[in-house]
């Protein structure tokens, strides 16, 4: 069963810092990995996907890497501002069968402070 | 605004009542997913339909769940008899059938306080 973890569950930064928030998963032959980010009391925004056959994916100030063969991904967000501070959620697809469902790990609450 | 759009935002209800929750999809989309999710949590996948074919179901869903797409537009999610541990945001997701990589398009949700 896929698993997916992301350390830290929070992190709080100064405005303007670079950070990198980690995502890690149990199973490799995954389809894709994906970036979400969700406010308060509100759905998922779908940030970046990255393909199996990817390697990275950057839109603006966010940059998504995937190590399929370490089960890892990280999004790196550049020049950081207060309108950031949400919560992010990367979410992985298996490939395996007819799955069409997206694991997602527990997020990482960031907080950017003015 | 064409996004997901849920109905209700909330809903409170007492513990043993039937919920009833409406999803319309971005009209193009012709995929649909329900997930569940639960505070500090991620979401939880439950279903999934491709047009009005119901494809893939969770062991979450128990038999107290039911989801329907009739006409492959809007859906709904029914739970029968609520418990308290019914309580929770749940999500509705539409995308395109462009093989495995579009990306879902969340709804703000439905909140579910079950007392």
């Known amino acids: 069963k896929q698993e997916v973890t992301q350390i830290p569950a929070a992190l709080s930064v100064p405005e303007g810092e670079n950070l990198v928030l980690n995502c890690s998963f149990t199973d490799s032959a995954i389809y894709n990995l994906q970036w979400f980010r969700q406010d308060p009391g509100k759905g998922l925004t779908s940030l970046l996907l990255?393909?199996?056959?990817?390697r990275e994916q950057t839109s603006g100030r966010l940059n998504a890497s995937l190590d399929k063969s370490s089960g890892r991904s990280t999004l790196y967000i550049a020049a950081s501002q207060p309108g950031d501070s949400a919560t992010y959620l990367c979410?992985?697809?298996?490939?395996?069968?007819?799955?069409?469902?997206?694991?997602f790990g527990s997020g990482t609450q960031l907080t950017v402070l003015p | 605004d064409t996004g997901v759009s849920q109905d209700p935002r909330h809903k409170i209800t007492k513990r043993g009542q039937n919920v009833t929750f409406r999803c319309d999809p971005i009209?193009?989309?012709?995929?649909l997913y329900w997930y569940r999710q639960t505070l500090g949590q991620g979401p939880e996948f439950l279903t999934y339909f491709q047009n009005e074919a119901q494809l893939e179901k969770s062991r979450l869903l128990s038999d107290r769940f039911s989801a329907e797409r009739p006409k492959g537009s809007f859906s709904t999610l029914e739970i029968q008899r609520t418990e308290q541990g019914d309580s929770a945001m749940y999500l509705c997701a539409s995308s395109l059938t462009q093989g495995l990589n579009s990306p879902l398009h969340f709804g703000n949700g439905t909140r579910l306080t079950v007392t």
């Open positions: 979410a992985a697809l298996i490939s395996s069968g007819s799955a069409r469902q997206l694991t």
């Open positions: 009209s193009e989309h012709n995929r």
């Open positions: 990255i393909q199996s056959s990817q």
